[in-house]
């Protein structure tokens, strides 16, 4: 329900955690693969209706509480002239990517004239659901995105920003500053067209190390999420021992990965709220385990400020009842 998530972001008390998950439009779903075999993925993404048919599967399938359109984190390359493409075996490839400390500084196209299919698509979600579940937004955050821009491609290290930060820290700066300014006008352009909640998924922001994380990223992600009028999720992989760097962000909501112990997080960060953080492999497993060990996250987060989801997102080979097991095990709880 949206009222539901919207409680749970804003730190109440809830009967029950909200739920959705990461990736839940994707590959293990049957109709999904269906409608991919007579879409590429650019084309299923830019074509509203195609889009909206994708976004939905999950909610005709198990009704969560957030419907997060199909989308993805690269999108936001777009306005400042980079062309991406999904490849098959790779993951995403940026056809252009940065050559060099000369190539940062890069002109921005308007928001809303390089990406109205958004705008668009999240019109239609909000006019379907009509306040069934929330509607959530999200993009890509400034240094995931210039460590694509940097790459080229998918990488465990992206050493060609981090080199890039060492050899130039200017250029560096540049480069996540002008993403910043893509990322903060991307957003607040999903809220105008019908965003209940948007997330920023910085998910490589954790190969920083906590100066650089502090000295370049944080007042970058603090000046993103202030500028959004509406509920926010930030999101980064492997930051336990740094949440407070995610606190600090501003974020309404801190999302954390599986490798974080939810009540050691929850007694550090006190009354902000959180979402997460099941391993997605425990999906792999049979009904009962997702069951119990979804509990134990439920429990371990407790009655206020949880939005219920996974540490990142649904493994492809997943099945579809487990997802549903996660999803009916959230509903089940009544703490009226």
Same mark, same amino acid.
């Given at each position: 329900?949206?009222?539901?998530?919207?409680?749970?972001?804003?730190?109440?008390?809830?009967?029950?955690?909200?739920?959705?998950?990461?990736?839940?439009?994707?590959?293990?779903?049957?109709?999904?693969?269906?409608?991919?075999?007579?879409?590429?993925?650019?084309?299923?993404?830019?074509?509203?209706?195609?889009?909206?048919?994708?976004?939905?599967?999950?909610?005709?399938?198990?009704?969560?509480?957030?419907?997060?359109?199909?989308?993805?984190?690269?999108?936001?390359?777009?306005?400042?002239?980079?062309?991406?493409?999904?490849?098959?075996?790779?993951?995403?490839?940026?056809?252009?990517?940065?050559?060099?400390?000369?190539?940062?500084?890069?002109?921005?196209?308007?928001?809303?004239?390089?990406?109205?299919?958004?705008?668009?698509?999240?019109?239609?979600?909000?006019?379907?659901?009509?306040?069934?579940?929330?509607?959530?937004?999200?993009?890509?955050?400034?240094?995931?995105?210039?460590?694509?821009?940097?790459?080229?491609?998918?990488?465990?290290?992206?050493?060609?920003?981090?080199?890039?930060?060492?050899?130039?820290?200017?250029?560096?700066?540049?480069?996540?500053?002008?993403?910043?300014?893509?990322?903060?006008?991307?957003?607040?352009?999903?809220?105008?067209?019908?965003?209940?909640?948007?997330?920023?998924?910085?998910?490589?922001?954790?190969?920083?190390?906590?100066?650089?994380?502090?000295?370049?990223?944080?007042?970058?992600?603090?000046?993103?999420?202030?500028?959004?009028?509406?509920?926010?999720?930030?999101?980064?992989?492997?930051?336990?021992?740094?949440?407070?760097?995610?606190?600090?962000?501003?974020?309404?909501?801190?999302?954390?990965?599986?490798?974080? %112990?939810? #009540? &050691?997080? $929850? !007694?550090?960060?006190? /009354?902000?709220?959180?979402?997460?953080?099941?391993?997605?492999? +425990? =999906?792999?497993? %049979?009904? #009962? &385990?997702? $069951? !119990?060990?979804?509990? /134990?996250?439920?429990?371990?987060?407790?009655?206020?400020?949880? +939005? =219920?989801?996974?540490?990142?997102?649904?493994? $492809?080979?997943?099945?579809? /009842?487990?997802?549903?097991?996660?999803?009916?095990?959230?509903?089940?709880?009544?703490?009226?």
């Amino acid at each position: 329900m949206r009222d539901l998530f919207l409680r749970a972001a804003r730190g109440e008390r809830t009967e029950r955690p909200p739920v959705w998950l990461m990736r839940q439009a994707g590959r293990y779903i049957p109709e999904y693969r269906e409608i991919r075999s007579e879409h590429t993925f650019y084309e299923a993404i830019t074509t509203p209706e195609v889009a909206e048919r994708v976004t939905m599967l999950p909610w005709e399938l198990f009704e969560p509480d957030g419907i997060v359109m199909y989308s993805d984190i690269l999108t936001a390359l777009e306005p400042l002239g980079f062309s991406y493409h999904i490849e098959s075996g790779v993951g995403p490839v940026v056809e252009n990517p940065v050559e060099g400390p000369d190539d940062v500084d890069r002109e921005r196209a308007p928001v809303d004239e390089t990406l109205p299919y958004v705008g668009e698509l999240l019109e239609r979600l909000q006019e379907r659901l009509d306040g069934r579940a929330a509607v959530l937004g999200f993009a890509g955050g400034p240094f995931t995105l210039a460590a694509y821009a940097a790459q080229g491609e998918p990488s465990r290290n992206f050493m060609a920003l981090r080199r890039l930060r060492v050899a130039d820290p200017d250029a560096f700066q540049t480069l996540l500053s002008a993403f910043a300014d893509v990322v903060a006008e991307y957003l607040a352009y999903q809220v105008d067209h019908g965003a209940d909640v948007v997330k920023l998924f910085d998910t490589y922001a954790g190969l920083l190390g906590p100066d650089d994380y502090r000295e370049f990223l944080l007042p970058l992600h603090q000046r993103i999420l202030e500028s959004v009028d509406a509920p926010t999720i930030v999101f980064a992989r492997n930051m336990g021992g740094r949440l407070d760097l995610l606190e600090e962000s501003g974020a309404d909501v801190v999302a954390l990965d599986w490798t974080v %112990d939810m #009540a &050691s997080a $929850r !007694e550090q960060l006190g /009354e902000t709220p959180v979402q997460g953080n099941l391993d997605p492999a +425990v =999906l792999l497993g %049979d009904e #009962a &385990s997702v $069951r !119990e060990r979804t509990r /134990e996250v439920i429990d371990a987060a407790g009655p206020s400020g949880h +939005v =219920l989801n996974l540490g990142h997102g649904v493994n $492809r080979k997943t099945p579809v /009842e487990n997802v549903r097991a996660f999803v009916e095990t959230a509903k089940s709880v009544d703490r009226s």
